[in-house]
C-alpha cells in the first residue's frame, strides 16, 4: 500500500441540475452532480469490480464517467467487467485486491452473494479502503468497507410506489390490476425497488387498490422486456391495466410491446428508473407515467468523490446518495435536454 500521497490535484465538476428531488439520508451532489470540489492525491491506483460494462445501457456511460473522472485526478484505474456473474466477479475482486491498490470500488453483481469476498479482501489487505457503489449489499452496512455511494433504490421504490398511488386515486379505481417487472434476481436495486414500491403501497394504505397479477424478471433488458409483456398482454388481455418496471430499458420494451398490440398511450400504464432520452420522450408522448432521473455521469463521479475524501483523510458518512427526482408529464420537457447531454439520442 502506498503510504505517502504524492501530490494534490484539485477537481472541480460543476454539472447543474435544473430540478430538485427527493430526499436522501445524507445530502448528495445535485443529479446533475454539481460535486464539490476535492484534493485528493494524485498517482493513486484504484480498481472497480462492475457487474457489466458493454451490456449495460446504463453501466457503459457510467464506465466512461469513471475512466474520465480519474484521468482528470490523475488516478490510474483498473476496471473489471464481471458480465453479470457473481462467481466472476469474487474472482475479479479478489485479484484487484492483489495488484497494490490504494482504493477499490465493488458494484455488486448479487447484494449478498458479495459479502463474503468483502470480508475476506479487508482481512486481507486491512489498509485498503473500500466503496460500494451504485447497488447496495445486503445487509447494507458491513464492517469490511468504508462505505456507500449512489442513488438510493429503496427510495426510487418508494417513490414509484407514490406516483402509482396517485394515479390510481386520480383515475378513481377501486383496484387496479398490475403486473410486476423486477431487475435481475438477488441485485440490490431490484431487491430494494421492490421493497420500496411495496413499502409505498402500504404506508398509503393502498395495498387493497393494487392486485398483482405476476411478477417476472426482466433482467434489466428491453428485449426481454418487451417478450415477458407480449406474454402478459396474451395471458390477461384486458384485464391488464399497469406494469411496473424497474428500469428504463424494460420500461422501453413494455412500450415497444404495447405499440406492437396497437394499444393506444395510456391504455396499459408503465414507467421507467433512469431518466434515458427514449424514456424521458416516451413519458412526453404519454407512454410511460414517469421516470425517475439518474444520471450514470453524477452516479459515477459521486463515488469518486467520496473515495476523494477518503484519500484525504476526511470522515465520511457511511450512506451518501444522489438525488434521483422523478420526471413526469409536468417537468418531462425540462429534462429532456438534460437527458440528452448524458445520454445522447440513442438511449
Known amino acids: 500500500m502506498k503510504k505517502i500521497l504524492i501530490g494534490l490535484l484539485v477537481v472541480a465538476f460543476a454539472f447543474t441540475l435544473l430540478m430538485g428531488g427527493?430526499?436522501?439520508k445524507q445530502e448528495a451532489a445535485e443529479e446533475t452532480t454539481a460535486a464539490e470540489t476535492t484534493a485528493a492525491a494524485a498517482g493513486m491506483k484504484i480498481g472497480y469490480s462492475m457487474p457489466f460494462i458493454e451490456d449495460s445501457p446504463y453501466c457503459f456511460p457510467f464506465s466512461k464517467a469513471l475512466k474520465a473522472s480519474a484521468e482528470s485526478r490523475g488516478w490510474e484505474m483498473i476496471l473489471t467487467d464481471a458480465k453479470g456473474d457473481i462467481n466472476t466477479q469474487v474472482n475479479q475482486v479478489e485479484n484487484l485486491a492483489a495488484q497494490d491498490l490504494d482504493g477499490l470500488f465493488v458494484m455488486p453483481t448479487d447484494a449478498a452473494g458479495i459479502v463474503s469476498v468483502l470480508g475476506k479482501v479487508h482481512?486481507?489487505?486491512?489498509d485498503l479502503p473500500i466503496l460500494i457503489s451504485n447497488t447496495l449489499t445486503d445487509p447494507a452496512e458491513i464492517d469490511s468497507v468504508r462505505g456507500f455511494a449512489g442513488p438510493d433504490s429503496?427510495?426510487?421504490?418508494k417513490q414509484m410506489g407514490a406516483e402509482y398511488v396517485k394515479y390510481v386515486e386520480k383515475m378513481g379505481y377501486d383496484v387496479i390490476n398490475y403486473c410486476h417487472m423486477t431487475g435481475v434476481a438477488g441485485y440490490g436495486a431490484a431487491i430494494d425497488r421492490e421493497n420500496g414500491f411495496n413499502d409505498a403501497l402500504k404506508e398509503a394504505g393502498a395495498e387493497a387498490k393494487f392486485n398483482l397479477l405476476d411478477l417476472?424478471?426482466?433482467?434489466?433488458?428491453?428485449?426481454?422486456?418487451?417478450?415477458?409483456?407480449e406474454n402478459w398482454i396474451t395471458t390477461f388481455g384486458d384485464k391488464l391495466q399497469m406494469i411496473y418496471a424497474h428500469n428504463d430499458g424494460m420500461g422501453i420494451?413494455?412500450?415497444?410491446?404495447?405499440?406492437a398490440a396497437g394499444l393506444e398511450p395510456g391504455k396499459?400504464?408503465?414507467n421507467g428508473c433512469d431518466g434515458q432520452t427514449q424514456a424521458v420522450q416516451l413519458v412526453i408522448d404519454g407512454w410511460m407515467l414517469f421516470t425517475i432521473f439518474q444520471s450514470p455521469i453524477s452516479d459515477a463521479e459521486l463515488s469518486m468523490t467520496v473515495m476523494g475524501k477518503i484519500f484525504?483523510?476526511?470522515?465520511?458518512?457511511?450512506f451518501t446518495y444522489l438525488e434521483t427526482?422523478?420526471?413526469?408529464?409536468?417537468?418531462?420537457?425540462?429534462y429532456l435536454p438534460k437527458a440528452i447531454e448524458i445520454w445522447g439520442a440513442e438511449y
Open 22 to 24: 427527493a430526499s436522501c
Open 123 to 126: 482481512g486481507e489487505y486491512p
Open 154 to 157: 429503496y427510495l426510487e421504490g
Open 216 to 229: 417476472q424478471p426482466g433482467d434489466w433488458s428491453p428485449d426481454k422486456g418487451q417478450t415477458i409483456t
Open 253 to 259: 420494451g413494455v412500450v415497444n410491446a404495447l405499440k
Open 268 to 270: 396499459i400504464v408503465t
Open 312 to 318: 484525504n483523510g476526511e470522515k465520511i458518512e457511511y
Open 325 to 334: 427526482p422523478t420526471v413526469d408529464a409536468s417537468n418531462a420537457e425540462k
